[in-house]
């Protein structure tokens, strides 16, 4: 069976998958500005992530949305633990931003990955 072109996907589609891939290429630029280094279980996640929303299988919708919510509260539990650590002027550092920019996209990331009308254009490529 042909895959149809992304762009006759429905919007929650292709802002699922749009925004999960840039939610992951954020999240791996922004460890490496943060800890000056690349970490490869990152990389590795974040490809296999991608090539899993994009191979428009059903379990995989599944487990991206479940990733993109660990990763939104991963963030959430960083910001928590960054204002704890330092109350004063926490909330202004780039960390700080950089955490929240993740949790925005890896939260939006979920919704439209989750959503009932993504899961049926998923179910129906099968």
């Known amino acids: 069976m ?7 996907f429905p919007l929650s589609v292709r802002l699922g998958i749009t925004l999960t891939i840039a939610g992951w290429c954020f999240f791996i ?4 500005v943060i800890t000056s280094a690349l970490a490869l279980l990152p990389v590795t996640l974040a490809l296999v992530c991608g090539v899993m929303i994009y191979s428009l299988k059903p379990f ?3 487990v991206c949305g479940a990733f993109n919510v660990l990763m939104a509260a991963a963030g959430v539990y960083a910001l928590y633990r960054l204002s704890a650590e330092q109350p004063s002027g926490a909330w202004v550092s780039l960390p700080a931003v950089m ?3 993740q949790v925005i996209l890896f ?6 990955v989750l959503q009932k009308r993504t899961a049926d ?4 490529q099968v």
Do not use: E, I, N, W
């Open 121 to 124: 254009f998923y179910r129906r």
């Open 2 to 8: 042909k895959r149809p072109p992304f762009s006759t």
């Open 29 to 32: 630029l922004s460890q490496a």
């Open 107 to 112: 939260s939006a990331a979920a919704y439209y």
């Open 60 to 62: 995989a919708r599944v």
């Open 99 to 101: 955490r929240a920019v």
